[in-house]
Each structure stands twice: as C-alpha cells, then as structure tokens.
C-alpha cells in the first residue's frame, strides 16, 4: 500500500505545472521530486550562471533587462525575486532601480543563493514560490525567472503572488515555452537536450550538470500550455493578466494585483 503523505497532491486546487518525469524520480512521490530538486540545484549551483551563459548565447542579461522594463518595473518600486537563484534577474533589477534595499531574493536552494554575487548586500531569503516569506500587500513589482516548472503548486503560488502584490502592483513570470511549429520545436530540443548538455560535460564542475540542463528541456516540453498558465493567474483573482512572447520561445505573463 503507498503512503498518502509522499503521493504528488491531487484535486481542483493544485495545479502542477507538468505531470511526473520518471527519469529523474518515481511517479506520484512528492519527497522525491522536491529532493531531487533541492540537491540538484545545490550541487549544479556553481556552474549554472556560465552554462546560462551558453544556454542564451550571450544575449540573457539584456533580454531579462529589457522584459523587466516591458512590464513596468521603475526605480522607486518595492521589489520581490521569487525563484531568484544565482540572482540573475535580481542583478538585471539593480540595473534598472539602482536600489539593492528595495530589493528581496526569495529561494529555496542555498547552494543557488550562495552564488549570487552583489555589489551591495541583498536581502536573500529562504522561501518557495507558494509560501513566500514577505508581508501581505507589500511588493510593488514580483518577478519569477524560469522557476515556473519546477513548483510543485502553481496554484498556489499564483495565490500567493495576489497576497504579496499592493493593488495595483505588476508581476512578470518569465519562463521558456515551446516554439511553435514542429521543425522550429525539434530544433530547440537538439540544441536544449542535446548541444548544452554536451558542452556542459565539458565545461562544468559539477557531474550533475549536464542532467539538469537535459531536465530543463523535458519541464519545457511537458509543461502546461500558455493558456493554462494565464487562466490559474485569473483564477488566483489577479488583473490584467496577458502574456507577451518574444523570438517565439520567451513568454512574458503579466498581471497586476487586485
């Protein structure tokens, strides 16, 4: 007989953003999967902003930069990284606001939030995307960078990007979706599965990094459609809620808190 307690939730209220993948732990085992997650973040954390690098042949930092301001983000504003890891957005933030106090990083990897590197200290806070540890109605502006596919209630999370956001405040979720068409989709997987975890082999540090970079592209290609993804947002009672996609793969959500 299994044990309900580690069995994956299941129900109206939970919306995960794929199904299982049994490659890389076992169906409907929810200790597992967020094991699995914890320590290969952990142990992959050293070599993951030079492999992004590669991943977004160089152009990421401008693109992170330029969806920020597309979303509405501006110095003054009261800001919150969900998900922010080796602090890749946040530092593209910094750019923009100029305000490292204005600034919270929430993530669940130490090893991730260890690599983030500031001028200035930050606010780096150990917390997941569907309980993030800032007041209610306290966030002018909430991002989340590529952390969409790896929560395991998006649900919820869309929840508590409601409670965290002032009314009127703006979120961007930024994440990687299919291309479109059949050629365009098997072209990204070769060079996602395929050419990164190749040169990953090469160049990383860590053993376990080219399996996460092959796992990135199975998250991509089992996650739930766009139109999914904007309806939980609504569902959540969040405004506005819109969707933005640049070079046919990078999808901008936004909303505005209620």
Request: proline letters at 7%.
């Amino acid at each position: 007989m299994s044990d309900p307690s580690r069995e994956e939730p299941s129900g109206p209220s939970v919306h995960l953003p794929h199904g299982p993948l049994t490659d890389y732990y076992r169906s409907g085992d929810t200790v597992a999967r967020e094991a699995f997650l914890r320590d290969t973040f952990n142990n992959t954390a050293v070599d993951y902003d030079r492999l992004e690098k590669i991943l977004g042949l160089g152009t990421g930092s401008w693109y992170r930069r330029q969806a920020l301001l597309r979303a509405g983000l501006q110095p003054g504003m009261q800001v919150v990284d969900v998900g922010m890891g080796t602090g890749l957005v946040s530092r593209e933030i910094l750019k923009i606001t100029g305000e490292p106090q204005r600034l919270i990083g929430v993530d669940p990897s130490p090893g991730m939030m260890g690599q983030a590197r500031f001028d200035e200290p930050l606010d780096c806070r150990i917390g997941r995307a569907e309980d993030i540890p800032v007041p209610t109605a306290s966030a002018d502006f909430l991002v989340m960078g590529y952390a969409l596919r790896h929560i395991a209630d998006f649900a919820a999370a869309a929840a508590e990007f409601r409670r965290v956001l002032k009314p009127g405040g703006r979120l961007l979720v930024l994440e990687i979706t299919r291309a479109e068409g059949r050629i365009a989709n098997l072209l990204l997987k070769a060079y996602m599965r395929g050419i990164v975890p190749t040169i990953a082999r090469v160049v990383s540090r860590s053993r376990t990094t080219p399996m996460l970079w092959r796992y990135y592209w199975d998250t991509i290609e089992a996650c739930v459609p766009p139109a999914q993804v904007m309806q939980t947002l609504q569902n959540a009672g969040l405004a506005e809620v819109g969707r933005n996609v640049e070079l046919g793969i990078f999808s901008e959500y936004r909303a505005v808190g209620a």
